[in-house]
């Protein structure tokens, strides 16, 4: 049970992400062997110098590595880890295991400020129930190896074998550990009930000021022909959303296109943005106008529920026209994210917490007026081309020609470039000298960013305003959760185009089976991984995330399900009539009970301190009558020994022949029958005792000579 607590506070503190992934695979190594390692290893004597000296050791590389310019948060936790490892690689004893199981504990307290995620919460759990076993067991141990110490030998003088004593199953058997282990459940309990009911405060004041995320889901705002990344095969979770108007059975894959970047200018290698300053977005408290304010009325709503991602882009549709931010209701901390405004309609945010962003987009309605014109100098951005080969602009003409508008150009564009090319994460082209010209012409094999980039330079060769866009096509439906969920394997480029009355057109040129959402797994094990990630997304959405605006709804549901139950009619639906008069009631009713019984309670008091300071002075006299026969004998020269009970040592001299045995035993049995059977002596009893006891002492000195054999204790 110790060691379980070592590897779950090591899980505790590895579900935070604050350790380099090379010193994580060190740890665990490490803790694997300092667990396997038998205990003959550690008596041999280079093995106990080499471990004197490890802690320090250990030290010096931290500082070290903070020298080298490592946090002193993330320095500091592998110290700790590395702490615990030294500790289970030389522990001896109860001492040593009780200083594991502290240092398990603050791995836990750890990882509750760092990661707090759904592994955190699986560790927590199995902490809960490790540790009542772990404490007493470790208790016990600790009083067994006290009470017999090195050298201590038993009755028959061997010295005792404290190790046999602790593998023994007779006292720590199974229901033993389940009977321990189940003190969790009171506890869990306990402490459910002090998280629901405690006040909320700002999660951000439990972060110590971090910079650093929980997790950080990668997103690159920067487009290069030359760098292929296989986005595919990454099953990170993005962000969560539910769209408006889904149908009773929801489709498995969803194309949202949530744009997070737009690229104006090309350079003949890679896209960036003319212009890249940012200003504070139009915002009043959680709203925040993209083309209006939100109106909650009319509006048809999605809601995305945003991971950690750097840069923090706020991901939209090309149709959203208002945002609102769900912010953590009121609490001791009243920051509230920030929404900033840049070039290409990019949105990001800035949030104290740290922790990704939850917000409602308003989309547009048939009635939402027109997007405003382009400027001329707008125009001419999305026009501008680096020198490009002759060969490009003449394939532009050629696949344009007849087309009558630009809509016209862009499907045609965008039908060649579906139909003739292929989709290659790993296309030869990137390594060519003009990316473009070997794509569209040579190898015809490539990924998104290469379909979205001959889409726009082409449609700017015959005159059409584009411009290249990246984000997240879709998702896959999750039926645990109810939401589509979207990973970064569905990164994705497209194009939007400009079109004079319907404003930015959304086209994609990649092949629609490439471009679709996709999931690697399918069957039992996407079943499971839709299990697991829903539990995640509730574990981050009721645990990680509880504030006050969770605890009041939970009183109103509490507050709903009583009133369905409760009967609204008759003098039981009036004395039951709200949930405020019934606790009213049921404390009131609490309150007479316990003056009840405290009134019969004191009416019983006396009468039992009466008998029990009756029995007490009974037992208190019996005594004091014993101790004048034990003077006597003591006189006559046969003193009871202080190991021998009274009724043996009578016995003994009766049996003896000794002429004080037989009263002896007569009295000894009057006073055992006083003194634990519960007879009473009265004052009669009492002088008739002290008067036998008189009659012992007038005794002649010769009568009461014991003979020479009286030391001999008689035979059994």
């Not at 487009?223 to 296989?230: A, F, M, Q």
């Not at 003319?274 to 999605?302: H, I, N, S, W, Y």
């Not at 014109?373 to 002759?390: F, I």
Request: aromatic share 6%.
């Amino acid at each position: 049970m110790t060691d379980t607590l070592a590897v779950l506070g090591l899980c505790a503190l590895l579900s935070s992400g604050e350790l380099d992934r090379t010193v994580a695979y060190v740890l665990v190594v490490s803790m694997l062997a300092a667990l396997l390692l038998p205990e003959r290893a550690q008596d041999r004597p280079l093995f106990r110098n080499v471990m004197k000296v490890a802690p320090l050791g250990l030290l010096g590389v931290q500082v070290l590595r903070l020298a080298a310019g490592e946090t002193l948060l993330a320095a500091s936790i592998e110290f700790a880890a590395g702490l615990q490892v030294l500790r289970l690689a030389t522990r001896r004893g109860a001492a040593h295991d009780q200083q594991v199981i502290v240092l398990a504990l603050l791995h836990l307290i750890a990882g509750t400020v760092l990661g707090s995620g759904l592994s955190y919460g699986l560790c927590f759990l199995g902490f809960l129930i490790v540790t009542p076993g772990a404490l007493v067991l470790s208790h016990l141990r600790r009083e067994v190896e006290g009470n017999y110490r090195q050298g201590a030998r038993d009755r028959t003088g061997l010295p005792v074998d404290v190790p046999r004593i602790l593998r023994s199953r007779r006292v720590i058997g199974r229901q033993f550990l389940l009977l321990t282990c189940l003190l969790s459940l009171p506890i869990f309990v306990f402490t459910a009930l002090i998280f629901v009911l405690f006040p909320r405060v700002g999660l951000s004041l439990l972060l110590l000021n971090r910079n650093h995320p929980e997790r950080m889901v990668g997103f690159s705002e920067h487009v290069d022909l030359g760098g292929v990344g296989k986005l595919r095969s990454d099953p990170t979770i993005v962000m969560r959303v539910d769209p408006p108007g889904l149908p009773a059975t929801p489709p498995m894959r969803l194309a949202l296109y949530l744009r997070g970047a737009a690229f104006d200018r090309y350079d003949g290698r890679a896209w960036s943005r003319t212009r890249r300053d940012e200003m504070l977005a139009d915002q009043t408290g959680p709203d925040v106008k993209l083309r209006r304010f939100p109106d909650p009325v009319r509006d048809r709503l999605m809601h995305i529920d945003l991971e950690s991602i750097d840069p923090p882009v706020v991901f939209l549709p090309l149709d959203a026209v208002a945002l609102h931010v769900v912010s953590p209701g009121p609490a001791l901390d009243q920051s509230r994210p920030e929404i900033f405004a840049g070039g290409e309609g990019v949105f990001r945010y800035n949030s104290a917490a740290q922790r990704g962003l939850r917000y409602d987009v308003s989309l547009a309605n048939a009635v939402e007026p027109p997007s405003p014109a382009l400027s001329a100098t707008e125009l001419t951005r999305y026009l501008a081309l680096p020198p490009l080969p002759a060969t490009i602009p003449e394939l532009a003409e050629a696949w344009t020609l007849g087309a009558a508008t630009n809509r016209d150009k862009a499907q045609l564009v965008e039908t060649k470039l579906r139909t003739g090319y292929r989709y290659d994460l790993d296309s030869p082209s990137g390594a060519a000298k003009n990316p473009l010209e070997d794509f569209l012409f040579h190898s015809k094999r490539g990924h998104c960013e290469f379909y979205s980039t001959a889409m726009t330079v082409l449609l700017r060769s015959v005159g059409v305003p584009a411009r290249n866009v990246t984000g997240f096509v879709g998702g896959t439906y999750n039926r645990f959760s109810r939401s589509y969920v979207v990973r970064q394997g569905d990164a994705h480029s497209w194009v939007e185009v400009w079109l004079d009355g319907n404003g930015w057109t959304r086209f994609d040129p990649t092949p629609p089976s490439d471009a679709a959402p996709r999931s690697e797994l399918t069957g039992i094990l996407a079943v499971m991984r839709d299990f697991v990630e829903a539990l995640g997304q509730r574990w981050s959405h009721h645990v990680i995330g509880y504030d006050l605006h969770q605890q009041l709804g939970l009183w109103d549901q509490v507050h709903d399900a009583y009133l369905r139950v409760v009967p609204r009619r008759g003098v039981v639906g009036r004395t039951l009539a709200s949930p405020r008069k019934t606790t009213l009631g049921l404390l009131a009713v609490a309150g007479i009970g316990f003056g009840v019984y405290q009134l019969l309670a004191r009416r019983r008091r006396p009468k039992a301190a009466k008998e029990r300071t009756e029995i007490e002075r009974a037992a208190h006299e019996a005594a004091a009558l014993y101790r004048a026969l034990e003077r006597v004998l003591a006189a006559r020269g046969v003193p009871r020994p202080p190991s021998t009970p009274p009724l043996t040592h009578a016995r003994t001299l009766e049996a003896l022949g000794h002429p004080l045995g037989a009263p002896a035993v007569t009295l000894t049995e009057r006073y055992l029958r006083a003194r634990f059977g519960g007879e009473t002596l009265d004052a009669s009893a009492r002088r008739a005792y002290l008067d036998e006891i008189q009659v012992l002492r007038t005794l002649p000195v010769d009568a009461t000579r014991p003979p020479p054999s009286a030391a001999a204790p008689p035979p059994a």
